[in-house]
């Protein structure tokens, strides 16, 4: 199986190959630009699959379809963006979220050998979707949050969260004011429930917000530190993948 990754993080490009190798998959090339793929598709016999991040340096990376007739399957990585899988669910196109899990990545890959079919592609209407990611439809999100607490119910307003966080299966939200409250919801569906504007995930295990960030600090392995201004009991990582992303989230 002939197989390339498009990814303009050269080390994020370089750490999924090694994961779909360790696989037992070959990974013969590495592009980091919309421009440098559709160079290299004009010359190049197009592979069996192809690993696909929707954010390029020069743009997005469906320009590249605009430019050439993609006669690939492909696997999309995204740092999530609720759009972007919105998106793709709406068009069946499968996607990996960044950071990319092993065990995720290696199912996408059986998914794409027992029946993912190459002629998918050519039925979708990539300008839509494009569009569907650069101007999103308006929608409304959570303002508030309905916590039981023995025979009586609180309201936290979203202004009040200093973090989501998960911990031993529970999910919970962390308020200013330094309390901790068990939330019913989980990670995966708060981030479908938070306006992307305004909340980050920055982990698996937590989503800060904006208004919540006192300090950024530089951390080991180009990673980055969130000091949050009353949450204390973990350190909050950015990962090195999601550094790019998360520093254009900041704005």
């Not at 919309?34 to 598709?41: G, H, K, N, Q, R």
């Not at 010359?43 to 320009?63: M, V």
């Not at 938070?194 to 180009?222: A, C, H, M, W």
Request: net charge negative; glycine share 2%.
């Amino acid at each position: 199986m002939n197989i390339i990754i498009i990814e303009d993080e050269k080390p994020a490009a370089r750490l999924l190959q090694r994961k779909v190798e360790k696989l037992g998959l070959q990974v013969s090339t590495l592009l980091h630009s919309v421009e440098e793929s559709i160079a290299w598709f004009h010359n190049n016999a197009h592979p069996d699959l192809i690993f696909l991040d929707i954010q390029l340096s020069d743009g997005l990376s469906f320009e590249i379809f605009e430019a050439i007739a993609i006669r690939s399957a492909v696997i999309f990585t995204t740092a999530y963006d609720e759009y972007a899988l919105r998106a793709f669910k709406l068009n069946s196109i499968d996607y990996l979220l960044k950071p990319i899990d092993e065990d995720d990545l290696s199912i996408a890959i059986s998914k794409f050998k027992n029946q993912f079919q190459k002629s998918l592609l050519t039925n979708l209407d990539f300008d839509a979707i494009k569009k569907m990611l650069v101007h999103p439809i308006d929608r409304n999100y959570k303002k508030r949050f309905t916590i039981k607490m023995g025979q009586q119910l609180k309201m936290i307003t979203i202004e009040e969260v200093e973090c989501f966080y998960s911990e031993n299966k529970g999910t919970y939200l962390h308020t200013f004011d330094n309390r901790d409250y068990l939330l019913d919801s989980t990670l995966e569906q708060l981030e479908t429930e938070l306006d992307p504007t305004d909340f980050y995930r920055v982990s698996r295990k937590f989503i800060v917000p904006l208004k919540g960030i006192k300090e950024i600090q530089v951390y080991s392995n180009s990673r980055l530190k969130v000091i949050l201004p009353t949450y204390k009991e973990d350190e909050v990582i950015v990962s090195r993948e999601k550094v790019t992303d998360f520093k254009n989230w900041l704005g």
